[in-house]
């Protein structure tokens, strides 16, 4: 069981360049996230979809976009990268109808020079 | 906006002692408050409570949920070096949206 995918694990990028997290999970759920975890600090909210078709802001949307591809896959884009978005990304899932417990994938570990 | 408030933020004990970590929240259409433990990688999941006053337990970990005063607890009685690491605090709301808190970090020393 693969469950939550994210790739790419690291990544080091230059100021003002374009990258794209990729996520996807098998476990059929509706609901996906990204995260940014800084160091010290809990994971904050970038986006969010809760049903395929549907993406709404978190606490820290700026810089960011998202796109549900379909029910399996959530992308996270960075237009222009800046070294503020230093972190770890997680993606997550889940199914509303049952626990209401996230799953996880790996995080990927982003460094903006 | 949806605020969830975890302390203390950080926490030294020693083997066998007993811990109590605190979350508050303010969200709009509560759903359920969970518990979750990271250790280096991606957070794993601990509890999920959605009634008041109703204790979950497993082990030498236990929470209870305040829906009135609006907190949660989580105990973890005779600690061990395993139980060393952040404890987050997670509020779902009928729209889907989970918000966490800061964490607070648990060291356990031998």
């Known amino acids: 069981n693969a469950g939550v995918t994210q790739t790419p694990k690291f990544q080091v990028l230059k100021t003002g360049q374009s990258m794209t997290l990729q996520c996807a999970q098998d476990?059929?759920?509706?609901?996906m996230y990204w995260y940014r975890q800084d160091p010290g600090m809990g994971l904050r909210l970038i986006y969010y979809?809760?049903?395929?078709?549907?993406?709404d802001k978190g606490e820290v949307p700026n810089g960011y976009n998202v796109s549900r591809l379909n029910k399996r896959e959530f992308s996270l884009r960075l237009e222009s990268a800046a070294p503020s978005q230093t972190s770890v990304y997680f993606c997550a899932s889940r199914d509303l109808q049952n626990t209401g417990e996230l799953f996880f994938g790996e995080g990927s570990r982003l460094t903006v020079l | 906006e949806d605020k969830v408030v975890q302390s203390p933020l950080s926490l030294v004990v020693h083997e066998g002692d007993t811990v109590t970590l605190n979350c508050s929240y303010e969200?709009?259409?509560?759903?359920?408050l969970l518990w979750y433990k990271q250790e280096k990688k991606a957070p794993t999941f601990l509890f999920m409570l959605t009634s008041s006053g109703i204790e979950k337990k497993s082990g030498r970990l236990s929470s209870i949920l305040d829906k009135k005063e609006l907190f949660s607890i989580l105990n973890i009685t005779a600690t061990q070096t395993g139980d060393s690491a952040v404890y987050l605090c997670a509020v779902n709301t009928n729209a889907g949206k989970s918000t966490f808190g800061d964490g607070t970090t648990l060291t356990v020393k031998p």
């Open positions: 476990m059929n759920h509706n609901s």
């Open positions: 979809s809760a049903s395929e078709g549907t993406t």
């Open positions: 969200v709009t259409n509560f759903r359920s």
